[in-house]
T-cell receptor, first 110, second 110 residues
């Protein structure tokens, strides 16, 4: 079974901290994505990557960056966490447009 | 602008009471329409892909249909374990991004 693993289920960070969210997939998929999910807004794309060391901005990249040094790992970085980045963060990988999601990281910034 | 709108936001059913969820979409050219199920505290799980108007897919008590402007997820004789949020998403021709709707929260009472 295809698996996408996010390193933390819950995180609490302070305003201004640098935050790393890690995602690993075991399917050898080329495409990986980071979304945030907020009530009433659905899933919004932050960044995606279609190859190692390649990255593209999604719809809401401000305040975020990403790193993809290896095919299986895609990291989301909050450069200086703010309270409006409190959200559920979902990582996904895809093959033929069918997404496999991780279980999500619920991040609270205080 | 490509857009996905789901209705209703929430739906409460009695066990055995069949109903439908709606997904309206606006996209320049449809590459695929996707349905996902999301349980609380988990990432979305893939259900169906539909590619062209008139196409139908079935899985247990769920049946997805597609027209040129909308998709329906029909739930026949639902059970409490069908309670979840159902997400609709589209991908446009020539595009790389998948656009998600905000979801319909389904509650099925025994």
């Amino acid at each position: 079974d295809v698996k996408v693993t996010q390193s933390s289920r819950y995180l609490v960070k302070r305003t201004g901290e640098k935050v790393f969210l890690e995602c690993v997939q075991d399917m050898d998929h080329e495409n990986m994505f980071w979304y945030r999910q907020d009530p009433g807004l659905g899933l919004r794309l932050i960044y995606f990557s279609y190859d190692v060391k390649m990255k593209e901005k999604g719809d809401i990249p401000e305040g975020y960056s990403v790193s993809r040094e290896k095919k299986e790992r895609f990291s989301l970085i909050l450069e200086s966490a703010s309270t409006n980045q409190t959200s559920m963060y979902l990582c996904a990988s895809s093959l033929a447009n069918r997404y496999t999601f991780g279980s999500g990281t619920r991040l609270t910034v205080v | 602008e490509d857009q996905v709108t789901q209705s209703p936001e929430a739906l409460r059913l009695q066990e055995g009471e069949s109903s439908s969820l709606n997904c309206s979409y606006t996209v320049s050219g449809l590459r695929g329409l996707f349905w996902y199920r999301q349980d609380p505290g988990k990432g979305p799980e893939f259900l169906f892909t539909l590619y062209s108007a008139g196409e139908e897919k079935e899985k247990e008590r769920l049946k997805a249909t597609l027209t040129k402007k909308e998709s329906f997820l029909h739930i026949t004789a639902p059970k409490p374990e069908d309670s979840a949020t159902y997400l609709c998403a589209v991908q446009a021709d020539g595009g790389f991004k998948t656009i998600f709707g905000a979801g319909t929260r389904l509650f099925v009472k025994a």
